[in-house]
Nanobody, 126 residues
Framework: QVQLVESGGGLVQAGGSLRLSCAASGRTFSSYFMAWFRQAPGKEREFAAFISWSGGTTYYADSVKGRFTISRDNAKNTVYLQMNSLKPEDTAVYYC???????????????????WGQGTQVTVSS
C-alpha cells in the first residue's frame, strides 16, 4: 500500500509556471506507475499525465502536451508535474495517483489507479 501527498499548488498568472510534487510513502515506490489527474469546478476528473515505473515512458493529455512535463525521482519517492505556459482553463484540483497495474486501455482513466492523494489546488488568473 502507498500513501500519496501532493504539494506545490497555488495562485499564478496566465503564462506562469508551477511545479507540483507528490510524495509517496513506502519502500516500493519504484514499482508503481504514476499519474496526474485534475478536476475543475463542475467537471469530471480528467487525465493529465502518466509516467512508468522507470520514468522511461510518459503520456500526456492533448490539452497539456507541450506545456506540462511529468517526471519522477525514485530515490526520493516523489513524482513531479512541471506546468509551464499556464492558462486559466488549467485551474483545477490536481491529484496524483498510483497503481502497479498497467494497461494501455486503463492508464488514462480513474479506474486504472488504486491509490490517490488528497489533491492540491491550482488557480490560474487571466
Amino acid at each position: 500500500q502507498v500513501q500519496l501527498v501532493e504539494s506545490g499548488g497555488g495562485l499564478v498568472q496566465a503564462g506562469g509556471s508551477l511545479r507540483l510534487s507528490c510524495a509517496a510513502s513506502g519502500r516500493t515506490f519504484s514499482s508503481y506507475f504514476m499519474a496526474w489527474f485534475r478536476q475543475a469546478p463542475g467537471k469530471e476528473r480528467e487525465f493529465a499525465a502518466f509516467i512508468s515505473w522507470s520514468g522511461g515512458t510518459t503520456y500526456y493529455a492533448d490539452s497539456v502536451k507541450g506545456r506540462f512535463t511529468i517526471s519522477r525521482d525514485n530515490a526520493k519517492n516523489t513524482v513531479y508535474l512541471q506546468m509551464n505556459s499556464l492558462k486559466p482553463e488549467d485551474t483545477a484540483v490536481y491529484y496524483c495517483a498510483a497503481t502497479r497495474r498497467y494497461s494501455r486501455d486503463t492508464y488514462p482513466h480513474q479506474r486504472g489507479y488504486d491509490y490517490w492523494g488528497q489533491g492540491t489546488q491550482v488557480t490560474v488568473s487571466s
